[in-house]
């Protein structure tokens, strides 16, 4: 890729790693378990970010497309499951603090 | 300033906000609007067909499918509200100033560069709807086979324990 | 044609739910049980011509690329021992009817995207099929909604959420390189441009997500808590193959089709074998819980897959391979076993545990067995497997590694002994005079992994020859 392209990766690329960023400290600094997984999906769109913007540096937006549309449909298997799982801990513990999933030692 | 700053910008500003929000309600509607102004940097790097589904999907589907997760779980009452807030000052402080800091670091090695050049795809002159369908085929099955499994998760998962 | 091992699961996932409530309790397992023998018996009879078939419509649609090699075969035959093995306890351990009609969907789901990772040939779809066992193993771990459960489901979600992200981005970096993402062309984008920071970092990144995912140290964090929670036949499945596919098979594939030999890939995947073997087994060594021993013995096994895998030498592989299949056996069969004292004693803690040889013949000399296998004794087929990981790094001049790896076997023949000592040796403990062993349906699976493991081991030198 010529410099110009390369220029625009780099460009793109400060801003990926600064939502990589907010995404990594959102999972880091809640307990709440339902704000751990809003971090893993900024994380995920930094991510889908990355590979469209690797497809458009590249000249391969039809490949990197295709992609990002399988991972959004994953995505959204993933959350459902994630919603399911939360939902049954707060019935469990009546709260979404992860501080109650601290139980297990050894 | 051009375009791309400012909506590269207002990217990074949303999920701050996401990140930072007292409520969860306002975190989940802050993910919405991030995935928004991803959609509109997604269709300005040449992918219409990615750009829609972000916007439906991540801005519409998954923000539903959180708060339906949160309506199940109990409301924070006032004080909660308040304690919280003092809480999130506490912890979520470092976070802007990291985030300049680097920004800062980062952008002193590059410069900003010119338009975008907006070339119609020169891949080959192939459609996405043509890679998806014709080399892509296993994947077509891994996102039904991963519908599937989240249909069978929320029949697991969502029913009440029938004591 | 290979494809019929995906979309046969596929197919009774749709049967199982379509039908009628009552017919299938009682009808599914069968359903079940059948396609898993299906599996067994094609990925071991070989057959040629069935391999080779082409139904023209379906095949133009969807493309496997080439057939499958070895390495997909041996993995496509655990695959389908375990999902049998775990069936079987399924049917005995798990309470109500609604349990075990999720088990059979969730298995089938996680066998679909298991049959799928061993059979693509590209690192996205690779992705995809990842996360479809993952997801099944989420819904597995928290289907009986105990809280610890939860809790174990919740710290291998949040891992597993950081290996996708991981791999993810990898993929993002490796698009840069190459033309696409299938093998070929990341091979091909290897040799053109393999020195590239962002591509040995976007290697990297795909190495630590596989990391995470197999439970190797010191990602490992998630692993015990998952194992012990979940309720028996889970722990079969996730730990004798779903953590091992998703994660060690990957790395196996890799190497052997993309990477070849190359140094830089050598030594972090050496290092960090030998260190999971030596922490795995030495933090087996402290445990009190019968599935927590296990699972940190897990860990100390895929260490030793991983450093033959990082040796890559043709024997090296050749050893990482079989162990693969010999630890999928032999851990399947110690966690029945957990599974078959769980049932009859309602406890795993080995302090309350003690002297259930003379009550549970079965268990007790299966695990044996089992044990012994693990820890590499002679003439079972762990052995073999150990020998051979030991001599090719002994022949690649790693002469530090094979002495880890000879000494490791020392420890986990110490922490088995304890194991056995614990649980079926010594006496019996007050409270537990009436226990019997356990009925046929758990001991079925028992002797059919320990004929297996006896078999393995004592056909193997023929198969050494005959190659």
Redesign the interface.
């Given at each position: 890729?010529n410099a110009d392209l390369a220029s625009v990766?780099r460009y793109f690329g400060i801003f990926i790693i600064l939502i990589g960023i907010c995404g990594v400290y959102c999972?880091l600094a809640t307990r709440n378990?339902i704000r751990?997984?809003i971090g893993?999906e900024i994380?995920?769109k930094?991510?889908?970010l990355?590979?469209i913007?690797?497809?458009y540096?590249?000249k391969?937006v039809a490949?990197?497309q295709s992609?990002v549309i399988?991972?959004i449909v994953?995505e959204v298997?993933?959350m459902v499951?994630?919603g399911?799982?939360i939902l049954?801990?707060f019935?469990?513990?009546k709260t979404i603090d992860?501080r109650n999933?601290m139980?297990?030692k050894? | 300033m051009e375009i791309n700053f400012i909506l590269l910008s207002c990217l990074v500003l949303m999920s701050l906000w996401t990140v930072i929000t007292a409520r969860l309600i306002m975190a989940v509607v802050g993910l919405a609007l991030t995935s928004a102004v991803l959609s509109i940097i997604i269709f300005r790097l040449d992918s219409p067909l990615a750009a829609v589904f972000e916007l439906s999907v991540c801005a519409g589907l998954i923000p539903v499918i959180f708060i339906t997760t949160v309506s199940f779980t109990h409301r924070l009452t006032k004080e909660g509200l308040r304690i919280r807030r003092k809480e999130k000052f506490a912890k979520f402080w470092l976070l802007p100033i990291i985030i300049v800091i680097v920004a800062v670091i980062l952008f002193s090695y590059t410069q900003k560069p010119a338009h975008l050049v907006t070339s119609v795809s020169a891949s080959g002159g192939r459609d996405v709807r043509y890679i998806l369908w014709h080399?892509?085929?296993?994947?077509l099955?891994?996102?039904?086979?991963?519908l599937?499994?989240?249909a069978?998760?929320v029949?697991?998962?969502f029913k009440e324990?029938k004591e | 044609m290979p494809l019929l091992l995906?979309l046969l699961p596929?197919a009774s996932?749709i049967i199982l739910n379509l039908s009628t409530k009552s017919a299938m309790h009682r009808h599914g397992f069968i359903l079940v049980g059948a396609v898993a023998l299906f599996q067994v018996v094609t990925a071991l009879g070989r057959l040629g011509e069935f391999w080779d078939i082409k139904y023209n419509p379906l095949v133009k649609?969807?493309?496997?690329g080439s057939a499958p090699d070895n390495l997909t075969l041996i993995a496509l035959l655990s695959i389908g021992i375990v999902i049998f093995v775990s069936l079987l306890v399924a049917r005995a351990v798990l309470g109500n009817e609604t349990l075990k009609f999720?088990f059979m969907?969730?298995a089938l789901?996680a066998c679909?995207?298991m049959n799928?990772v061993v059979m693509?040939h590209?690192f996205?779809?690779i992705y995809?099929?990842i996360?479809?066992a993952a997801?099944?193993s989420?819904?597995l771990i928290?289907?009986t909604?105990?809280?610890?459960a939860?809790?174990?489901?919740?710290?291998y979600?949040?891992l597993s959420?950081?290996a996708?992200?991981l791999m993810?981005?990898s993929?993002?970096?490796l698009?840069?390189f190459a033309?696409?993402?299938a093998f070929t062309d990341i091979a091909l984008a290897l040799k053109n441009s393999g020195n590239e920071f962002l591509f040995k970092a976007a290697v990297g990144l795909f190495l630590c997500g596989l990391f995470i995912k197999s439970g190797i140290v010191p990602f490992h964090g998630w692993l015990?808590?998952a194992y012990?929670?979940s309720s028996a036949p889970v722990s079969v499945l996730l730990a004798g193959i779903i953590t091992k596919v998703s994660g060690v098979y990957v790395l196996l594939r890799l190497v052997v089709s993309v990477f070849g030999g190359l140094a830089i890939i050598q030594k972090p995947l050496m290092a960090i074998g030998a260190l999971s073997i030596v922490v795995g087994a030495l933090l087996s060594l402290?445990?009190n819980?019968f599935k927590?021993l296990l699972s940190y013995s897990s860990i100390s096994q895929v260490g030793y897959i991983i450093l033959a895998a990082g040796c890559a030498t043709p024997l090296a592989i050749f050893g990482a391979v079989f162990h693969f299949f010999n630890h999928a056996v032999f851990k399947s069969l110690l966690f029945v076993n957990a599974a078959a004292v769980e049932k009859q004693t309602g406890t795993v803690d080995m302090e309350n545990l003690g002297g259930l040889a003379a009550r549970m013949p079965v268990t007790a000399t299966t695990s044996v067995i089992a044990f012994l296998s693990c820890a590499g004794i002679p003439p079972l087929a762990g052995f073999w497997s150990k020998l051979i990981i030991v001599i090719a790094l002994w022949k690649a001049s790693h002469f530090a590694y094979a002495g880890i790896a000879a000494l490791a076997s020392v420890i986990t023949l110490g922490y088995f002994l304890h194991l056995q000592r614990q649980v079926f040796f010594g006496k019996l403990k007050a409270g537990l005079e009436k226990i019997e062993e356990a009925d046929f349906s758990l001991a079925l699976p028992q002797i059919i992994l320990a004929i297996i493991i006896v078999a393995a081991g004592l056909i193997f030198p023929w198969i050494l020859k005959w190659r």
């Open positions: 890729m990766f999972i378990l751990a997984f893993v994380l995920i930094a991510a889908t990355l590979i913007l690797a497809g540096v590249t391969q490949l990197a992609l399988t991972l994953i298997a993933l499951v994630v399911g799982v049954c801990a019935r469990d513990h992860s999933l139980n297990m050894g | 080399t892509r085929q296993l994947d099955l891994g996102q039904i086979a991963a599937l499994a989240a069978v998760g029949a697991v998962l324990q | 995906i596929f996932l649609f969807f493309s496997l999720n969907n969730l789901l679909l995207g799928a693509a590209d996205f779809s995809v099929f996360e479809i997801l099944s989420f819904i928290a289907m909604k105990d809280p610890l939860i809790e174990g489901a919740f710290k979600i949040i959420a950081v996708t992200v993810l981005c993929i993002g970096l698009l840069l033309g696409g993402t015990p808590d012990s929670a402290t445990q819980n927590r």
